[in-house]
């Protein structure tokens, strides 16, 4: 049973924005981290920004300075601000929490560290 629900995924020019939601349950409401991975055909998933329980953010390379993880605590929502998009952003994104406390904000978000996966939103951009 998926516990996570992403959603705002779309079309979009390159240089334009969009904004992802991810609706957890209440599985997740009380997650030590929550994060957005992406993934495209033939590679591995890339974890992108993670946000622990204190509110602390850290960014892959790829999107620093481009992207914004925030989340609505009270309504179990986490949200990635995505601006000046690129033609490589283009991917499925996926979010996802960790309630065993594997995971830190030390570093970019690593798969194996989380333990509930929502089924996704696709993201293109083009030119």
């Known amino acids: 049973q998926v516990q996570l629900a992403e959603s705002g995924g779309g079309s979009v020019e390159t240089g334009g924005s969009l904004s992802l939601s991810c609706v957890g349950s209440?599985?997740?409401?009380?997650?030590?981290?929550r994060a957005w991975f992406r993934q495209v055909p033939g590679k591995e998933r890339e974890g992108i920004a993670a946000i622990n329980r204190d509110g602390k953010a850290v960014y892959a390379n790829s999107v620093k300075g481009r992207f914004t993880i925030s989340e609505d605590n009270a309504n179990n929502i986490l949200f990635l601000q995505m601006n000046k998009l690129q033609l490589d952003d283009t991917a499925m994104y996926y979010c996802?929490?960790?309630?065993?406390?594997?995971?830190?904000?030390?570093?970019?978000?690593?798969?194996?560290?989380?333990?509930?996966w929502g089924r996704g939103t696709q993201v293109n951009v083009s030119s």
């Open positions: 996802a929490a960790d309630t065993i406390r594997a995971a830190n904000v030390l570093g970019p978000p690593i798969t194996a560290e989380y333990n509930y």
């Open positions: 209440p599985y997740t409401a009380n997650a030590y981290c």
